[in-house]
């Protein structure tokens, strides 16, 4: 069945221009077609990407239908697990509705692993690839690497138990780091995460200061020293301004945040609840998660400046967020990005790019999404602005058009409530 989107503006991110006054014919979940639009009105309706997170924390199958309602259509997921794979391939076969999921394996940390703190134990899910690798997985999610052999045994079993791209944490030692990164390169994956303690030249000697991986996560590392390796080894960056935000800016006092937590799903905030307990008596056991003291952190605006300077300089970036962490609403983390990034003085296209093309580019998918033109996907938002003229556009999402699917904006709230009755939601394992 051919449908056809009469006489729409169209946002092409990869070219930084406007198509204006189109008709774009849809057939079987891909643009077949689109030509100059025989109408003499002028078009108010744009028609742009749909939105990906470069990283999430997928915690429980609820998350899927709240990224779509907000417009996002793929999703980096960075501590993977068995259960990740398996809604990846029922969402690929249509037998489940969500994100295209891009996962991690488990996050590879030196020790003390830092986020044995959020291990889950007792729900362990197995894959074949587990018995190949009895010493890998030190739980759920989470595998410790404190020699460069276990480090690259880590990354073979992340592709062989297969996922997408290995996931660093910040007690790797820096042979590991080495070991990690050349071994992933001969695997052809990437390397995605935290930059290691043993390389942040805020926590060790300048002399020290390392970058080997192709994405690194959280603004918070990179200082004005680092941005210049950061820039020679191309690496892309998620600056996560959200988690920033929510976590420590209070963002969390304000009526839109409350109004979208109220409507989430109550054993979501039940997990967020046990998990700050969790970190909060950790804290008070002075475990130590750190190997090397974290320098101080510093304000929002410093992490602004140094995102601006990172534009200026060229850098890669992606709208990642951390959604699904404690109290980060998945999908409306991403708008509280995009706001942080307008905040930081970031041009319109940048966050374009960053929301949409980028993190295809960066992952080297091939898949299509990202751009609008005959032959890709059908993975567009339907906004009645210009995202490129004003960024808030993006906040007003009128429609989705997602593979043979289309959600208008009522359709769309329906998905936050779809869960929320659900007494039992089937969390990561
Ligand atoms: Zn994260």
């Known amino acids: 069945l051919k449908t056809i989107l009469k006489n729409v503006n169209i946002i092409k991110v990869d070219k930084k221009e406007i198509l204006r006054g189109y008709d774009l014919c849809m057939e079987d979940?891909?643009?077949?077609?689109?030509?100059?639009?025989?109408?003499?009105?002028?078009?108010?309706?744009?028609?742009?990407?749909?939105?990906?997170?470069?990283?999430?924390?997928?915690?429980?199958?609820?998350?899927?239908?709240?990224?779509?309602?907000?417009?996002?259509?793929?999703?980096?997921?960075?501590?993977?697990?068995?259960?990740?794979?398996?809604?990846?391939?029922?969402?690929?076969q249509g037998k489940r509705l969500g994100p295209e999921i891009i996962t991690s394996g488990p996050v590879i940390d030196g020790t003390p692993a830092y986020l044995v703190s959020v291990a889950n134990e007792a729900s362990r899910q197995r894959l074949a690839a587990d018995a190949a690798y009895p010493d890998v997985l030190y739980c759920n999610g989470i595998a410790v690497a404190d020699t460069p052999e276990k480090g690259r045994k880590a990354v073979r079993y992340t592709k062989d138990a297969g996922y997408q791209f290995v996931k660093i944490y910040n007690n790797l030692e820096k042979d590991v780091y080495r070991a990690v990164c050349e071994e992933a390169e001969k695997q052809g994956i990437l390397v995605t995460g935290h930059l290691p303690d043993s390389c942040n030249p805020d926590i060790v000697e300048t002399s020290e200061a390392e970058v080997l991986q192709n994405v690194v996560e959280h603004i918070t590392f990179i200082s004005d020293e680092l941005m210049n390796i950061l820039m020679k080894?191309?690496?892309?960056?998620?600056?996560?301004?959200?988690?920033?935000?929510?976590?420590?800016?209070?963002?969390?006092?304000?009526?839109?945040?409350?109004?979208?937590?109220?409507?989430?799903?109550?054993?979501?905030r039940e997990q967020w609840k046990r998990s700050m307990q969790k970190h909060q008596e950790a804290a008070i056991a002075a475990r130590p998660f750190r190997k090397y003291a974290p320098p101080k952190r510093r304000s929002l605006k410093e992490d602004y400046r140094l995102l601006k300077k990172l534009e200026e300089l060229g850098a890669v970036l992606m709208t990642g967020t951390d959604g699904g962490l404690e109290g980060i609403i998945p999908g409306v983390s991403l708008h509280i990005e995009i706001d942080a990034m307008k905040e930081a003085g970031l041009d319109s296209w940048t966050i374009l790019e960053a929301l949409t093309i980028n993190p295809e580019k960066v992952y080297g998918l091939s898949t299509g999404k990202g751009v609008i033109e005959k032959d890709a996907p059908v993975d567009f938002l339907v906004l009645k602005r210009n995202p490129a003229e004003e960024i808030e556009a993006l906040h007003d999402i009128e429609g989705l058009y997602y593979g043979k699917q289309f959600f208008d904006k009522g359709q769309l709230l329906e998905l936050r409530k779809k869960g929320k009755e659900k007494e039992n939601l089937e969390f990561n394992g």
């Open 233 to 268: 080894n191309r690496s892309a960056l998620s600056p996560t301004l959200a988690a920033e935000k929510i976590i420590f800016n209070k963002l969390t006092e304000e009526a839109f945040y409350q109004e979208a937590l109220e409507a989430t799903n109550p054993l979501i």
């Open 29 to 92: 979940g891909k643009i077949v077609d689109l030509y100059p639009s025989a109408a003499d009105t002028v078009s108010d309706t744009y028609i742009m990407p749909a939105f990906a997170d470069s990283h999430v924390h997928l915690i429980c199958e609820d998350n899927l239908n709240w990224y779509l309602s907000y417009g996002v259509t793929t999703v980096y997921n960075m501590m993977g697990m068995p259960s990740h794979l398996r809604w990846q391939q029922e969402i690929r």
